[in-house]
T-cell receptor, first 116, second 109 residues
């Protein structure tokens, strides 16, 4: 089945220690997104790639970076995690980008990040 | 900035009841609205997508409507089941993608 896969499902890191979260997709979608969801809050878009074009949300902290080496994979790098970065990180994909009638997003299971 | 509100924040109903979840948004300049389901500690499952030119979409026991001019959408769940217990999120897609804070639904057997 075509899907969005996130690894690991649970990640524990130490305060200030860089961490990388991984997302892969077998849907061959053009767009890949990263969202942050804190407890009992709505998911918040951090950034997205349309093919190789990177689009950063204005209020995403510089501490968060992303890489998309090919169509299938996208990584979220947190350079110096703070306690406030503990959250569920959700990856999503879509064929059409934002600003399209057909922008339907499909989500992975998420990675829960704990910062000690 | 777009604001998306879902009321109520939590809802508890007996099994078999029909129910309606509400989603409202402040900026009607949207391209579509998507309803998701989220189980505790899990990712989001897409339920229905309504394009801005459409009035409603149906999938099984689910029916979603959209009134773009008034900034409202509803998700109707028929004959609710305990397996429907989850958090339901709506999201509006314009030039950005904004989620509501969700309605936590509990269906009591």
């Amino acid at each position: 089945d075509a899907m969005v896969i996130q690894n690991p499902r649970y990640q524990v890191t130490q305060f200030g220690k860089p961490v990388t979260l991984s997302c892969s997709q077998t849907l061959n979608h053009n767009v890949m997104y990263w969202y942050q969801q804190k407890s009992s809050q709505a998911p918040k878009l951090l950034f997205h790639y349309y093919d190789k074009d990177f689009n950063n949300e204005a209020d995403t902290p510089d501490n968060f970076q992303s890489r998309r080496p090919n169509t299938s994979f996208c990584f979220l790098d947190i350079r110096s995690p703070g306690l406030g970065d503990a959250a569920m990180y959700l990856c999503a994909t879509s064929t059409y980008g934002l600003g399209s009638l057909y922008n339907e997003q499909f989500f992975g299971p998420g990675t829960r990040l704990t910062v000690l | 900035k777009q604001e998306v509100t879902q009321i109520p924040a939590a809802l508890s109903v007996p099994e078999g009841e029909n129910l309606v979840l509400n989603c409202s948004f402040t900026d009607s300049a949207i391209y579509n609205l998507q309803w998701f389901r989220q189980d505790p500690g899990k990712g989001l499952t897409s339920l229905l997508l309504i394009q801005s030119s459409q009035r409603e979409q149906t999938s099984g026991r689910l029916n979603a409507s959209l009134d773009k001019s008034s900034g409202r959408s509803t998700l109707y769940i028929a004959a609710s089941q305990p397996g429907d217990s989850a958090t339901y999120l709506c999201a509006v897609s314009g030039n950005q993608f904004y989620f509501g804070t969700g309605t936590s639904l509990t269906v009591i057997p």
